[in-house]
């Protein structure tokens, strides 16, 4: 047998090693060699993708975790699929050139295995091979959530800075602010999903009447919640506004001191005054069943006990004197 030359060897040998090449190379059983120093020797060498994923946990536990890689065009056929104790590190390898290096083509998910916690999604761009480190990923309960909007009942205006306060039974209190859209947004503990002794409360420290109303989760955790404040339209046509100035303010039925008084007013409260008796002012005061619903009553009370409001209510922007007082 006539041993092959060996520069035609090193040419075969550098051929197999090209993509074309390896797919028509012919395949031996045994080495070739050279029969004679020095001896070829070649080696492929294979890298991989090594991603990392750092969870924080925060007042839960998860059982397990379901952990799936998916390609952003097929979220059916998950490219990797397994299953992470809590005390495991998340970790995965995959062979070099298994992600798309789209930007943002590839979706890694992580499935908390528990009650309330939410499946957390991180979208990142493959790499063909290498280190790839995600953002930390937050792993807590679903929060109970309590949104809506904050608005002007005469004129649908957004109010945008109204305080609101979330209250439940024991006296546990959270605080937001309306934003410049009158748009708002608690977000309670998870535990609040389950119950049903929060109110909220709209247009503290304002002048205009708090509302409250009660937040019924019934193991919902989004609720949305409206809050009309301020008189309607109808109630402001019926006279010159005043704003009650202290709680437990008298509402008597005729102009006397010793008059029956049906019920008391709030700070906050306003009266639509018609007549003027002395120190005497009668009007309506506008009482809501329902964001939608209201029933006027007629009756007396005290100059002292009131201030008048101008156009607060009506104007386009807020007298903002007036409301220092």
Known sequence: MRIPHTSFLVFSAMFVLSGCGYMFAPKYSDPIYTQRPPLISLR????????????????????????YIYDKDNEVDALFAATYMPEEKIEVYLPQNTLSTDKNGTIFVISPQGRDMPEIKIKFTGVRYGDITLPVSKIIKTPAIVEGLVFRRYDDRMLGGIQLVAADSTGRTFYTKSRLDGDYRFELPNEYGYRNDIVVSAGVGSLFPVVKKDAQFNGKFNLEMDFPLGPSKEFVEQGNLYIVINN???????????????????????????????????????????????????????????????????????DLELAKQ
């Open 248 to 318: 437990l303010t008298h509402f008597r039925i005729a102009s006397s001191n010793g008059s029956f008084t049906p019920f008391l007013l709030a700070k906050n409260d306003i009266v639509a005054v018609t007549q003027v008796a002395g120190n005497r002012l009668y009007g309506l005061v506008e009482i809501f069943w329902s964001d939608e619903n209201a029933e006027m009553i007629s009756g007396w009370v005290r100059e002292q006990d009131v201030i008048y409001a101008g156009n607060y209510f009506m104007s386009p922007q807020d």
């Open 44 to 67: 492929y060498e294979y890298r991989d993708i090594h991603i990392y994923a750092p969870l924080q946990v925060v007042n839960t536990l998860p059982e397990a975790y379901q952990v």
